[in-house]
């Protein structure tokens, strides 16, 4: 079979060309080709065609072989580029050569035609398959790299001869809770991630043995100390020339919990089901009982037996058969019961007992095998207390019109069903006005529309809300915690809500007189400082203010930034405890003289430690002279163990202090400030903490004040 093949033909002869088609043919190709004779025609073909070979004479009246040659080697084709030539010499033909033509072929010797152009096709097919093969393994590469990077899970590539990590993914930091730093270079025994040797040597071995282990479950310790359950995958491969493990570590502990969580219910629910006091069965279509639980023994006396593949309609009183009846056809139909049914069923001794059903179709894999559960309760003794319910409900809604909290019903529109008498009393509004409205007539503005939002939220995720509100009028202001309850049927839908208010305005008063008094306290317990360090008067206080603005641009919220603001005008407090002639030195202080000074964070603590702040005051203060990398005290903490406030407050006390005066030096200004927290950054103080303190001072103009 002919091989189809694209010839561009650069060629002034027409019996020439006559004489290559047929040379082509005899040697089994089929040539779908084109002549040109000039450079112009040339650049048109190479631009307009994709050509297999390009076969070109050497010397021509209107164009050059040469010039053909160096027109492909300017537009970088990798056409093979063939003279075929009855006038050129041996070095003209080196030179073509060197210029980047495949071959030369004599007209004379046509016959070595074909077999240089299959050469020549076999070539390019080689090296386009060798480049496809490059791209491939690239992207297999990239593919692995990425999926290295990105994993979940943990990925890590340890030596063989000694178990140290050679790399790790972000997946092995986030489960094993360790810093890239404290993994590199140290191997998993010594880190202690295994739980013992021997579930180590479980794993290894068979690793060496058959080269690769898939999933094993094995107990992990974190860098936290907690145990976490995972499947282990490992296998060996070479990495310049050095052996390597590379493992992957799914962290199962969550799917572990899940499963125990499920059998733990499944157990649960078997317990419910033998135990439960509500008689709870399955029947098929036509009434046929196909399970019933042990409920059925307890309160009927008969065995399950006695029921089992019976229809239960043999159970029901004669007068109630055609409501057993009607309720197997509606549930048939709706596919379930709209409201709960009741039956008297005879038990062991002939007694007729009260019991309320509700039933469900039941979903099934099987659509020929239809089946409706239910739960029968039975009432027998609630019908015969019927009285004494009723008097229980008067006497407990007398109760819930005596209660002080103001407590109300609605529906899930949000329209008031009910009301206590309280409730009533608090508006001023007669009941019969609100039921049926929502309260836009008789509530405040903004306490109505609070009503809404909680109301609509409510009903959407059908979870309790608690929230507080607050009531202004121009003579008082109240202040109230709300409850609201969703009310559900069967199904879990919301039908609608109870609301209870209660007045807190004396709990929030007493709230603000302690805060208030706490407030006096800081503020006195701050002075105490300044009147035994006159030297940094005022340094709290500006650092304080530093500290405050950094946090809040830092987006802490409202009750961290108290926290923030409390800890940075006492974080001085532990200075009581040095001697002042030390605190204001005009000289260099003593090795002692300074070991001293630094017992201060510790002081404080101590001070701070027993008054029952809302707030960490005791370890933001403890904390505030340590440092990222270690190097500060008391605690020699680092990094994220130490807390943000403490951070912030590091800070703004750096900043304040070189640019206060002091007994042993005047004030280095705010730039010299400045450049200590940026030229520490990430080393001794917090990245983004110094970025948020630069943009204050730099972009948005903050002055330190006095």
Same mark, same amino acid.
């Given at each position: ?73 300017? *537009? ?268 008297? *069923? ?178 006195? *317990? ?65 090795? *002692? ?114």
């Amino acid at each position: 079979m002919a091989v189809s093949i694209r010839v561009l033909i650069v060629e002034d002869m027409e019996d020439d060309v006559i004489l290559l088609i047929r040379a082509l043919k005899q040697d089994g190709y089929e040539p779908d080709y084109e002549v040109v004779d000039n450079g112009e025609d040339f650049a048109k073909a190479l631009q307009s065609g994709d050509w297999d070979v390009i076969l070109s004479d050497y010397s021509m009246l209107r164009y050059s072989g040469l010039e053909a040659l160096e027109k492909c080697s300017d *537009m970088d084709l990798s056409i093979p580029f063939i003279f075929v030539s009855g006038t050129i010499g041996e070095e003209v033909a080196v030179e073509a050569m060197r210029a980047g033509a495949r071959d030369y072929i004599m007209k004379s010797s046509l016959q070595r035609l074909g077999p240089v152009i299959e050469r020549e096709l076999k070539e390019i097919a080689f090296k386009r398959h060798h480049r496809e093969s490059s791209r491939a393994l690239q992207k297999s590469e990239e593919k692995f790299a990425k999926a290295f990077r990105t994993s979940a899970d943990a990925i890590a590539i340890a030596k063989a001869c000694n178990g140290e990590f050679v790399d790790i993914n972000e997946g092995f930091l986030r489960i094993f809770g360790y810093a890239r730093e404290d993994i590199i270079g140290h191997s998993s025994r010594a880190l202690n991630i295994w739980r013992s040797d021997e579930e180590r040597d479980a794993f290894v071995k068979p690793l060496i043995e058959k080269g690769v282990v898939r999933d094993r479950e094995v107990q992990f310790g974190t860098k936290t100390g907690k145990v976490i359950t995972a499947l282990l995958s490992g296998e060996f491969l070479d990495i310049g020339g050095e052996q390597c493990i590379l493992t992957f570590t799914k962290d199962i502990t969550e799917r572990k919990e899940a499963v125990r969580a499920l059998e733990e219910s499944e157990s649960r629910l078997r317990n419910i089901l033998e135990n439960a006091n509500q008689i709870i069965f399955t029947v098929d279509s036509d009434g046929n009982v196909t399970f019933i639980s042990p409920a059925w023994e307890r309160i009927m006396g008969h065995r399950n037996s006695d029921i089992l593949n019976k229809n239960f309609l043999e159970f029901v009183h004669p007068e109630d058969l055609e409501t057993g009846i009607i309720v197997l056809e509606s549930i048939k139909e709706k596919g379930t019961l709209s409201e709960p049914v009741v039956l008297r *069923m005879e038990n062991v001794t002939g007694e007729w007992r009260w019991l309320r059903v509700v039933g469900s179709a039941l979903d099934s894999s099987d659509p020929g095998m239809i089946q409706y559960g239910g739960i029968a309760e039975d009432i027998t003794e609630t019908k015969r207390s019927e009285d004494e319910l009723r008097e229980t409900y008067i006497r407990l809604n007398t109760l819930l019109e005596a209660i002080p909290d103001l407590v109300y019903m609605k529906d899930r529109n949000g329209n008031f069903l009910e009301v206590n008498r309280a409730y009533e009393e608090a508006t001023g509004v007669p009941r019969d006005q609100m039921i049926g409205s929502r309260g836009e007539t008789f509530l405040p503005e903004q306490t109505f529309r609070l009503n809404v939002e909680t109301d609509r939220e409510l009903v959407e995720t059908g979870r309790i809300l608690q929230f507080e509100d607050v009531f202004e009028t121009p003579e008082n202001t109240s202040y109230h915690s709300i409850t609201k309850v969703p009310l559900k049927d069967g199904n879990g839908y919301v039908t609608g809500i109870v609301g209870i208010t209660t007045d807190i305005t004396t709990i929030r008063q007493a709230e603000q007189r302690y805060r208030s008094a706490l407030e006096g306290t800081i503020q006195t *317990m701050s002075k105490i400082v300044e009147l035994r360090d006159p030297y940094t008067a005022g340094h709290q206080h500006r650092a304080s203010r530093l500290a405050v603005e950094i946090a809040k641009e830092m987006n802490l919220d409202p009750e961290r930034i108290e926290g923030v603001r409390v800890a940075s005008l006492l974080y001085e407090i532990g200075k009581i405890n040095v001697p002042s002639e030390i605190l204001n030195k005009p000289g260099k202080i003593t090795e *002692m003289e300074y070991e001293l000074i630094q017992s201060h964070p510790q002081s404080a603590y101590e001070i701070l430690k027993n008054i029952d702040f809302p707030w960490p005051v005791a370890d933001i203060i403890y904390q505030h002279h340590e440092k990222m990398d270690g190097s500060g005290y008391p605690g020699r903490l680092r990094g994220e163990e130490i807390l943000l406030e403490a951070k912030i407050l590091a800070v703004a006390d750096v900043v304040e202090a070189i640019c206060s005066h002091r007994p042993y030096r005047g004030s280095l200004g705010i730039e010299k400030a400045l450049e200590e927290i940026e030229s520490k950054a990430g080393i001794l103080y917090d990245e983004k903490v110094v970025a948020v303190c630069l943009n204050l001072f730099r972009e948005k103009g903050f002055i330190l004040g006095n």
